[in-house]
T-cell receptor, first 115, second 112 residues
Framework: NAGVMQNPRHLVRRRGQEARLRCSPM?????VYWYRQLPEEGLKFMVY????????ESGMPKERFSAEFPKEGPSILRIQQVVRGDSAAYFC?????????????FGAGSRLTVL | SQQGEEDPQALSIQEGENATMNCSYK?????LQWYRQNSGRGLVHLIL?????REKHSGRLRVTLDTSKKSSSLLITASRAADTASYFC????????????FGSGTKLNVKP
């Protein structure tokens, strides 16, 4: 069981470019979450998805950010026209199907640096 | 707004001492969880306590929950240098088991 896999681990982009971060959940997990962490800060909820369905995107900035979790393949967090303030660690977590107290399993994170 | 705030923000102790971290939250919850993050790594789940529980133990960890005060504490007994990490509490939202909010964490440094 490979756990939650995120790639790339590190990504450097210039202002205005696009960043794509990928997350493959644990086997058997149907829910995916994306969180953003600034240095020395906690995790900020961004979005919660099931396959082909965004359940809650209340933490996503209204512009430039989008997320998807297609029927096949990993979940993708896409940031268009990146700005320096997007520099952060982006963590993906997954959990089993709903039905009680769920525990999140986290990936190692993708660290985005915007030059 | 997202809930769950830990205090202290930073804690430095000697190996062998106990470490206590606190978490306060704002709204009613189903469960509260504690996670640990080593520097530069993802979070690892430590322990979950349900809203109808008051205390829970797991190895050297002891968690308490006071729903009337909307607060929880994590006690690590007989700390080790390897316990050095940031510790976060995470709360869900009542009637929504699948949305989790994290606090800003307590950075624990255990000196050998």
């Amino acid at each position: 069981n490979a756990g939650v896999m995120q790639n790339p681990r590190h990504l450097v982009r210039r202002r205005g470019q696009e960043a794509r971060l990928r997350c493959s959940p644990m086997k058997g997990h149907s829910h995916v979450y994306w969180y953003r962490q600034l240095p020395e800060e906690g995790l900020k909820f961004m979005v919660y998805l099931q396959k082909e369905n965004i359940i809650d995107e209340s933490g996503m900035p209204k512009e430039r950010f989008s997320a998807e979790f297609p029927k096949e393949g990993p979940s993708i967090l896409r940031i268009q026209q990146v700005v320096r303030g997007d520099s952060a660690a982006y963590f993906c977590a997954s959990s089993p199907p709903a039905g009680g107290a769920n525990v999140l399993t986290f990936g190692a994170g993708s660290r985005l640096t915007v030059l | 707004s997202q809930q769950g705030e830990e205090d202290p923000q930073a804690l430095s102790i000697q190996e062998g001492e106990n470490a206590t971290m606190n978490c306060s939250y704002k709204t009613s919850i189903n469960n509260l969880q504690w996670y640990r993050q080593n520097s530069g790594r993802g979070l690892v789940h430590l322990i979950l306590i349900r809203s109808n529980e008051r205390e829970k133990h797991s190895g050297r960890l002891r968690v308490t929950l006071d729903t009337s005060k909307k607060s929880s504490s994590l006690l690590i007994t007989a700390s080790r240098a390897a316990d050095t990490a940031s510790y976060f509490c995470a709360t869900d939202v009542i009637d929504n088991f699948n949305k989790f909010y994290f606090g800003s964490g307590t950075k624990l440094n255990v000196k050998p």
